[in-house]
């Protein structure tokens, strides 16, 4: 067997993409568009890794660099896997960015290193998805105008390939509009997915402020369930949301790994894999006040594969690629 054949069924690392301007500015809110090509293979999990540093005691945003994230939408070879978009994002905010959150919910993870003068950044996004030859990814990422100047960026993209049992579809948002004060109801549109179940869905408002006042799934049950009711069923409630805080109360140079169990204006609701059959789940959704409301269903598919698919040696000998080609035609 060739000595890299156990890495197309085990766990890898592969840097796909990288540049020096893929990271927010101090001076407007900022987009871009990335795209490349990428390995075969199985990818479990999406990162996208931020580097960089700033001028001491002005860090890009007060807390968790997540809360510049405004919008990560991927797509794969012309189908799209992946839309997360946030609002009431506030660089100023000391608490876990909805984005961080939102990540948490689903089974990702952000890890950061943050000081007065730089930071490193690691999101990670569930995958789990099978990707054959030639194929290629498109990136469209949105961020929120930084606190302060970055310099000496670095913008990676990573892959971890493995072997998946579960694939994670962050699909397209429902906006809806709630009354003051008037239940309203709303049809989330569930993407038609064979085989795929619907593991929950994201609740946000327009404002950083907890002005809904109940929701009512339908498919759990007829009665009206609290913004701590919900954070209680989903685990939010018990410190659920881990984030770094560069104004944390350890040393100033260091990181402080803060714990939050609530997000204003964010909320997830679990739906334990619910099967849909008509295209849609129904929610008679409360607010105290009229706001823009978007909601996020995050599917689950069962799925199975192998590593990253790698190049191997099939000739016994090193010659030239006639002998090459003639050698290993023989050996077969």
Known sequence: MPANQSALSGVRYTMIYQDAASVPKNTADTSYNLSNPLPAGMVEQIGLRVQATYVAGAPAAASTFT???TGVRLTFNGNQWCNLQTQANDAASLNQSRMGAM??????LVVEELSTTAIDCMIWIPCGMNMPNNS????ALNYLTSAAAITNPTFEIWCKYGKSTNQTVITNQTSQNLADGAQTMVSVKIPNIKGATVAGIAIQGATAADNLTS?????LGDFAMTPTYLRGISGADQNGYQFASANGAI????VSNQWSNAVAGYYFLPLYNATVVDGSIVLLMTAAVAEFYTFTPILNLPTSGSGEKLARQTSGKATGSKGAILS???DL
């Open 215 to 219: 929701c009512i799934p339908k498919i």
């Open 251 to 254: 040393a100033s140079s260091l």
């Open 103 to 108: 990540l948490q919910d689903i089974g990702g």
């Open 328 to 330: 290993r035609a023989e």
């Open 67 to 69: 809360e510049l994230i």
């Open 136 to 139: 290629r990814f498109e990136l």
